[in-house]
């Protein structure tokens, strides 16, 4: 092959077992050989290419990069991309593995993001997630990178990682503001920690642009943020403008920044004036730049508060008040928000472009709302056409698909073969492969989720589901049938107490541990603790609604909650502070105005429980007693990694509903898994805590001796009929 095209084409031969397998289907950044004539050889395969028992072959076109992709659409055309972040847990890496392989054949996204934490809080995951995007699905990827507070090396490795995975695309971001102090590690070489320090290189997001142009020339896609409402940095909020952002926006496109990818937003005529503001700018410099505009679809009313509350994006009249008044119900919730979303796509679609117009959709790994909201606005391309190389009696057997139809990619073979037409087995396809298993081996026991992906070894090869065409997975992504509500298991439970093994289960955004509050912030929040009994002020002013947040909530308590706030104060003035909690419900409406969540016709329930830090002597104190009661399971975790509960393998359902011709649905269980992960990020909070303040400060050290002195411990009582029970028993001890 000349050189020439030895750049633009990588060959790829995928094994294909005698059992059937799936034929990788071809996306957008892939081209199919002599796609003009299905009779004409392949112009960069002869029929001398290797082949290792039966092989499919295509050509893959290098064009990974974003702006060579955009470069190859119609400029009147419209694309779309998708964010991921790294899950918590192995369970949801595992889940999101399926859901991403079916995403990619049912919606066909130009790239997706994967997002990285504060400070490389999840570089490891993010890597890894990067990976099974870039490698093992071929989705054009583009990696998130923060450069503050952090290790000066982590930025070398992440980029040296990212292109070693093929990754060409960086989402250049700052992170946190820069806070070195209060980062380093007092215990090591402090010549060598600062020489580390990322902060000495990166201030900002333009110097992290302009080091990655100056190591790497044009090999990297470079995209930065954008602000339609302003950056909501809350050290500076008097700051926050679309004209006081625009100088350092100047700055990274002019170091090099090739698009501008936005944060999210509801007001749709804020972005068009931000948008029209950036082409007609005086510099010149984003008359042709791609501007994508970000999108979060709403998957609950909690959810879109919060969201917009950290992010500081209004919420327009009009959208506000179609929410609200449904937000008690989080499926009218969810179409109400397609409904929402879809509009403002519509509307974004006739804002005059330089080029293909596109959006860039906030998943939280999620798919079934995302997936409705791309087919209602026509922005899943169609299939893509693939090469295969079948081979039949020893020799090669050239084929080109023609299309797609009813679940079968059809090909015409060569002449020699009689012309004839199949359909290429893709019986056990994405997204139900399964795991080849002995029939004596016990199915999974953790759920029937993790089963359903299992096959005994007699019936390996034997279809387990109808043929996955991509009209069947799109409906599956939807929710579709059996298949599609399984595959949408987790749409509605979604944060912390949700499934652990779902891909969205944990932080909403995937950043990491954060205090998701500013210095100044914090300090008008909860001030310089100096005591425990200051500590218990604080907890004590947020049940009393003084203060709106405390490290571990960002929200003022809900109406269910200030139900029990006698409870929770009088365990503040045992020094044993909540983080969370329910009261006992027994069968109240599902509309009930305080208790009431899902839809209007059905009843919920809920087991009495709270979660609390305590000192180690008091929960000394206390397990014995706990032990004692048969009504009661809890889990306790301290931030050296201890743990102890009363059955580690208990699931633990707390919260469920009833509804008219729907199965029970349980948004809230409790498990020791998801606990221990929660555990790691409650006394990580602890230490993002400390560090507002001077290291060897009052405020430091007591922060420090709390979270090295304390546990978490989680306890539920399982006799919700008895309204007081649980709090009966914690009170008097």
Not at 171 to 187: I, V
Request: include cysteine; proline fraction near 6%.
């Amino acid at each position: 092959m000349p050189e020439s095209q030895s750049k633009k084409y990588e060959d790829v031969c995928v094994l294909e077992s005698t059992s059937s397998v799936p034929l990788i289907v071809a996306m957008a950044n892939r081209v199919a050989c002599s796609p003009s004539s299905p009779t004409k050889q392949c112009e960069h395969h002869s029929t001398r290419t290797p082949t290792v028992a039966r092989s499919a072959c295509y050509a893959t076109k290098n064009m990974d990069k974003i702006t060579e992709k955009l470069a190859a659409l119609p400029p009147d055309s419209h694309y779309f991309s998708l964010e991921f972040f790294p899950p918590k847990t192995q369970h949801g890496f595992a889940n999101l593995h399926a859901r991403l392989s079916r995403m990619a054949q049912a919606l066909r996204p130009l790239f997706v993001n994967v997002t990285w934490g504060a400070g490389g809080s999840t570089s490891a995951k993010s890597l890894a997630l990067a990976e099974l995007t870039q490698r093992s699905l071929q989705l054009t990827t583009c990696l998130h990178l923060t450069c503050t507070n952090m290790s000066r090396r982590l930025v070398d490795d992440a980029l040296e990682q990212a292109k070693a995975l093929g990754v060409r695309n960086i989402l250049a971001l700052r992170g946190d503001p820069p806070r070195s102090d209060e980062y380093r590690d007092d215990s090591g070489d402090q010549e060598a920690l600062e020489a580390d320090d990322s902060n000495k290189d990166f201030m900002w997001a333009v110097d992290l642009v302009r080091y990655i142009r100056k190591q790497y020339g044009d090999y990297f896609c470079i995209g930065v943020a954008g602000y339609p409402e302003g950056h909501s940095d809350q050290s500076h909020p008097e700051h926050q403008s679309v004209e006081h952002d625009l100088p350092y926006l100047v700055e990274k496109a002019a170091a090099g920044a090739d698009f501008i990818m936005t944060q999210l937003f509801y007001d749709v005529e804020a972005y068009t004036r931000y948008e029209r503001r950036l082409r007609e700018h005086e510099s010149g410099l984003f008359k042709t730049i791609p501007i994508i505009p970000g999108l979060m679809p709403v998957q609950s009313y909690q959810i879109l508060r919060r969201t917009t509350k950290l992010s500081h994006a209004a919420l327009p009249p009009d959208v506000l008040k179609r929410l609200e008044a449904v937000k008690g119900d989080d499926e009218a919730v969810k179409r109400v928000g397609v409904d929402i979303i879809t509009e403002a796509v519509e509307t974004m679609k006739l804002i005059p472009n330089p080029g293909p117009r596109g959006f860039h959709f906030y998943t939280l790994n999620l798919e079934k709302v995302v997936t409705q909201i791309l087919e209602r606005s026509s922005l899943i391309p169609p299939a893509t056409p693939i090469i295969t190389m079948p081979y039949s009696n020893g020799g090669p057997d050239h084929a080109i698909a023609e299309e797609e139809s009813d679940g079968f990619l059809i090909v015409e073979r060569s002449k020699q073969n009689g012309n004839h037409r199949r359909g290429s087995s893709v019986k056990n396809s994405q997204p139900r492969n399964r795991v080849v298993v002995s029939r004596d081996r016990a199915s999974s026991t953790s759920s029937n989720r993790t089963s359903a992906f299992e096959a005994p070894e007699d019936e390996a090869g034997v279809p387990r589901d109808q043929i996955n065409s991509r009209a069947n997975t799109l409906a599956i992504s939807q929710g579709e049938g059996a298949v599609g509500r399984e595959a949408t298991w987790d749409d509605f439970p979604n944060g912390r107490w949700g499934d652990v093994r779902s891909p969205a289960y944990g932080e909403i955004d995937g950043y990491g541990v954060s205090l998701h509050a500013s210095i100044p912030e914090a300090n008008r929040l909860w001030g310089q603790p100096g005591s425990i009994g200051d500590i218990s002020t604080i907890f004590r002013n947020h049940l009393e609604g003084r203060i709106e947040a405390i490290p571990w909530s960002e929200e003022a308590l809900q109406a269910e909650t200030l139900t029990i706030k006698q409870h929770l104060l009088a365990l503040v003035e045992k020094g044993w502070w909540s983080v969370a909690s329910q009261p006992a419900v027994n069968g109240k409406r599902s509309n009930d105005p305080v208790f009431g969540w899902g839809p209007k016709n059905g009843f919920v329930f809920q087991k009495p429980f709270v979660e609390l830090f305590l000192p180690a002597l008091d929960w000394e104190g206390l397990r014995p007693k706990l032990d004692a009661d048969e009504e009661v399971t809890y889990f306790a975790g301290n931030a050296a990694g201890d743990f102890v509960s009363t059955d580690e393998h208990s699931v633990n359902p707390v919260t469920w509903g009833t509804f008219t011709g729907k199965e029970i649905i349980t948004p809230t269980i409790i498990e020791a898994v998801s606990f221990r992960s929660w555990v790691e990020e409650a006394f990580g909070i602890w230490a993002e805590w400390q560090r507002v303040y001077k290291p060897g400060s009052e405020s430091s050290r007591l922060l420090e001796r709390v979270r090295k002195g304390y546990w978490l411990v989680n306890i539920i009582h399982h006799g919700y009929l008895e309204e007081h029970a649980l709090w009966e028993r914690l009170l008097s001890t």
